[in-house]
């Protein structure tokens, strides 16, 4: 709601602010200081930390009625886009935009010096800027001073203007701070706190233990209550030499996580092999596994892939993971997390049907001309590389004039403050101002593409079982009447079965994709290959047809860098090793793999010792980044009630570990009521 | 060492953590010399290949119907029936069940290929201190095939254990000692008449077995599945413990209660089950046992489940 509030805010403050002889910079830092002086605060008293905005209760009613009650003149946003834009974006889920928030500022600056030691660095470089850099350091100005007395409206007056004294003040801090992100974007998706554990150690250690518990649950309450799903805290990492980083407060932010069993923040636990036993088996809980946390992160192969990114030595160690995926040099990079998305499926249908989707006509004029038959399989690989190239070259044009556009109407002096170097260049994060940034550029569905070309290659090319025709015929058709057709597609070798030669594909289009969007980089600007899909494969794939994969219509793209049909159809081994076919060292905009597990099966000592290591054997072979869910009861009810879509569910039987589909009827039910009872 | 040596294995599971230390690659092979009430393995039993039928997973398409060659699948009023008295488990109907209804349980494999196979996951027992175990049924039965197995599996530097129920001649065991690591060593029942009614085969000769084993100096796991109201009886605990501390061998106990798992799978290769409405062992009593044994051993007692 207070995002709501923001916008019309600005609505506001555009009507009501002479800006005409103002700057772009200094008109949205007056803009700013409006919003944070007339937005409607209170303060929560059943929490330590002060900063709430909105209404306290009733929220949805009293912000519509102060949006009632301060009417604006109606701002027509023209739609800049094109048809062709839009349609991609809308019927075929690619797309180029600029994504808000997202970001991971450099807390340790303000929680070390405050921001008053922000804003001598600013008064520095005013001294020796001139022309629009020193303009954009007025605003820059504007903007923290607003947000110094945004925080005196809560009475209060030491941070964040002043450096923490001890762990309360950090949080304190850090809430605001986090708090007035959100504002300034207009967005309160992914803001993550990044290396807490590392810049608010100091501030910790001077603390009292139980009074910094008190205050850190309340802050994991005002996290949870502002619904970002996607706040990242990180546990651990290394320093230069490799030495591990984990510290006394690392143990306390996972201790209290337990306690609360909160399901934001993130926690993302750094894994080498200097990685605390303590900390792992802390982290290695039922409880935390059965509400999605924590996330596990290789750190060496995440290092490796900041070196293959071109993040000079120095820095890499620095790290932070980002949002639920990403790796950023926190405090130093821009990331445009969803800048651009690209459907691996519309290049192969175009390839497979004479430049056309199965179902419906691309606005797009292609320049690929059409093929109407292949002689052999590469002849058809290298007709969807065409269109997948072109589809990934206008998503990427499209990103880069949705920045333009945003660096010209939305630019951010107040988070350009805590984003190194805006400050030493005097310019906006989006700009150039950032010592880094990445467009994080997503492939969408390459696994189920990879997939759907090894069963052309297999049934068609090879065993000339089938005709190309026969195929696409048949998907266009969401396989009716093709029952024998679909269980053999069904029953080929798919990426995730740990066969070689399905691997392969995968790996080969993975290599494509990198090498495409890698050519794209520059000094300024990398393109950050990902197979990283939250939820969104589900809608993206409702928008699809049936595919070659296996894959019916509608039905949701692989998740993240999971498998086609979102089954684990042989075991964990064979997920991974098949994971690890794909250089994951090139994909730095993050692969996350999700995998389920019956969280009975860390129930002992030794149960998690063999989970540990099949982490750390995952990461040592190149894996970036694990998420693990522990089965519910819920999760086996619906089991139940849709086989299919659960014919991967493995449950622990006595010891033994089973499908949880071959069970008889009687058993099922029995199993729901062990783990109903949590037994 | 012959790799060319081929034996009938139904399942190779993989991450499998219950098998010996580690993370390790279990590799089940079909046919077993006892018959005990409470097989979690039904299918493991039989020598032959079989074929299992997975009700729920037949979408009626009526393929093998009409292409099983001795019409062993059939329609009676609607419902399929698959008459397993005429069944050739030739596995027709299964290599083109496209549901998954119908699997042949049981392959012939090569040595070289359950090697190649094992072999993947390397790297995860190389992490774990895992390896590769042979189960099944009783690898025992295929012993020429076992044999090999465990040549080549050190070949390749592998830990290898070898789950068994005991009831082999013990010159055998002699033979694949050295490639042994660890024996994971079925004792199901202590009292020997109840053996024999319980597993179909006396006690003595898997008792000689044990002691000679640990004479040799074989590292010795015990394993013993407990059934409520079959053998859950004190003085069967008592003598697990005993027998336990009694030979240098046994490093460890684990207890494995019953769960009704093999009811499942007896229905999908046709077979009755005689436990079928024993349910699941109460976790309470699992401590209960472990206690019990415990009071008799200083070795390490734990339970799976």
């Known amino acids: 709601m207070f995002v709501k509030l923001a916008m019309h805010l600005r609505l506001m403050a555009l009507g009501k602010l002479d800006l005409s002889s103002r700057s772009v910079a200094v008109s949205e830092a007056m803009i700013f200081q409006y919003i944070l002086e007339n937005m409607p605060v209170y303060h929560n008293q059943t929490n330590r930390l002060k900063g709430d905005c909105g209404f306290s209760s009733g929220a949805r009613d009293k912000t519509e009625a102060f949006i009632r009650d301060n009417p604006v003149s109606p701002r027509e946003q023209e739609e800049v886009r094109s048809a062709e834009e839009l349609q991609l974006q809308n019927e075929f889920f690619c797309k180029g935009i600029y994504t808000l928030a997202h970001t991971c500022v450099n807390y340790e600056k303000v929680v070390s010096r405050g921001i008053k030691g922000i804003l001598d660095d600013v008064a520095a470089e005013k001294q020796a800027k001139t022309g629009t850099h020193l303009d954009y350091l007025t605003a820059m100005e504007i903007a923290l001073n607003s947000f110094i007395r945004f925080a005196g409206r809560f009475g209060v007056d030491y941070v964040p203007l002043n450096p923490a004294r001890n762990f309360p003040e950090a949080l304190q801090c850090i809430w605001l701070v986090h708090l007035v992100i959100s504002i300034s974007e207009y967005n309160s998706a992914s803001i993550s706190l990044g290396r807490i554990d590392q810049y608010a150690y100091d501030c910790f250690m001077k603390s009292d233990e139980k009074e910094s518990e008190l205050w850190f649950d309340d802050f994991l309450d005002k996290i949870n209550s502002y619904g970002d799903a996607a706040c990242n805290v990180n546990l651990g990492g290394v320093d230069p030499d490799g030495n591990d980083l984990c510290n006394e407060l690392s143990y306390f932010i996972a201790r209290r996580v337990k306690k609360k069993l909160m399901p934001s923040p993130i926690l993302s636990a750094r894994i080498h092999s200097g990685f605390p036993q303590e900390l792992f088996d802390t982290l290695i809980d039922p409880d935390l596994f059965r509400i999605g946390q924590p996330t596990f992160y290789g750190e060496k192969s995440c290092l490796k892939a900041l070196e293959r990114r071109g993040i000079p030595e120095a820095d890499t160690h620095k790290w932070a993971a980002n949002s639920c995926m990403g790796l950023i040099i926190q405090g130093h990079e821009v990331s445009d997390m969803w800048g651009v998305v690209v459907s691996s499926l519309l290049p192969l249908e175009l390839a497979l049907n004479n430049g056309k989707p199965f179902e419906k006509e691309l606005f797009l004029e292609l320049q690929t001309q059409p093929c109407g038959r292949y002689d052999d399989f590469e002849a058809l690989y290298r007709q969807f590389i065409e269109y997948w190239h072109e589809v990934i070259d206008f998503c990427i044009e499209a990103n880069r004039k949705s920045t333009e556009r945003y660096a010209k109407e939305f630019i951010n002096p107040y988070v350009s403050t805590l984003l190194d170097d805006c400050v030493a260049r005097g310019e906006d994060r989006v700009v150039g101002g950032s010592r880094y940034y990445n467009v994080i550029t997503e492939a969408f569905a390459l696994v189920n593409a990879a997939d759907a070309l090894f069963t052309i290659k297999k049934m068609v090319f090879e065993e000339g079982k089938y005709s190309l025709a026969e195929l696409v015929t048949a998907a266009k058709n969401n396989f009716a009447n093709q029952e024998e057709l679909y269980g053999q597609i069904i029953r080929l070798p798919k990426y995730g079965d740990g066969e070689a030669e399905a691997d392969a594909m995968a790996a080969r289009l993975a290599r494509d994709f990198v090498a495409k969007v890698g050519a794209y980089s520059n000094e300024k600007i990398a393109y950050a290959p990902s197979c990283h899909t939250l939820n969104s494969h589900v809608p993206a794939g409702k928008l699809y047809a049936a595919s070659l994969d296996g894959r019916t219509q509608g039905a949701p793209f692989a998740k993240n860098g999971g498998t086609s049909l979102g089954l684990v159809r042989k075991d964990l081994t064979s997920l991974f090793r098949s994971a690890v076919t794909i250089d994951q060292s090139e994909f730095f905009g993050g692969q996350p793999i999700d995998i389920s597990l019956d969280t009975r099966l860390i129930d002992t000592i030794g149960g998690k010792r063999k989970f540990q290591q099949l982490l750390q054997t995952y990461f040592e072979m190149g894996g970036l980044q694990v998420q693990v869910n522990g089965l519910t009861a819920e999760d086996l009810k619906k089991a139940v009630d849709a086989p299919d879509k659960y014919d991967d569910l493995i449950v622990r039987i006595g010891g033994y570990s089973t499908y949880f589909n071959h069970l008889t009827d009687d058993i099922k039910i029995e199993m729901i009521n062990r783990f109903s009872s949590g037994t | ?305």
């Not at chain 2, 979690?40 to 009626?60: A, F, Q, W, Y």
């Not at chain 2, 209804?101 to 090569?110: I, K, N, P, Q, S």
């Not at chain 2, 175990?133 to 599996?153: I, K």
């Open chain 2, 1 to 305: 060492m012959s790799k060319k040596v081929a034996g009938l294995v139904f399942d190779i599971k993989k991450f499998a953590i219950h098998d010996g230390p580690g993370i390790r690659t279990t590799v089940f092979m079909k046919g077993c010399p006892l018959r005990c009430l409470w097989c979690h393995n039904p299918e493991s039993i039989s020598p032959e290949r079989e074929i299992s039928l997975v009700e729920h997973k037949c979408i009626g398409c009526g393929w093998c119907f009409e292409n099983c060659p001795n019409h062993a699948h059939i329609n009676v009023d609607g419902k399929r029936v698959f008459d397993r008295d005429k069944c050739l488990r030739c596995g027709v109907c299964s290599g083109h069940c496209y549901a998954g209804a119908l699997e042949v349980v049981g392959t012939e494999m090569m040595v070289s290929e359950v090697i190649d196979e094992v072999m993947k996951d390397k790297p995860f027992y190389d992490n774990s201190g895992g390896g590769m175990t042979l189960s099944g049924g009783e690898p025992m039965l295929q012993f020429e095939f076992t044999r090999e197995l465990l040549a080549a599996a050190k070949e390749q530097g592998l830990h290898c254990c070898l789950d068994t129920c005991g009831f082999t001649r013990f010159e055998r065991y002699q033979e694949l000692f050295d490639n042994v690591d660890i024996f994971l060593y079925d004792l199901k029942e202590t009292d020997p008449d109840l053996h024999l009614e319980y597993t179909g085969v006396p006690l003595q000769p898997i008792l000689d077995n044990l002691k000679k084993l640990s004479d040799a100096g074989a590292d010795i796991w015990l394993r013993c599945p407990v059934v409520p109201g079959l053998n859950d009886r004190p003085e069967h605990f008592a003598e697990i413990g005993r027998i336990a501390e009694l030979y240098s061998g046994v490093k460890q106990v684990t207890i494995h209660p019953y769960h009704p798992l093999g009811s499942s799978k007896s229905k999908n290769i046709g077979q009755d089950y005689v436990l079928k409405d024993k349910p699941f062992a109460d976790k309470s009593d699992i401590g209960n046992w472990v206690e019990k044994v415990s009071a008799n051993t200083a070795k390490p007692v734990s339970s799976e489940g």
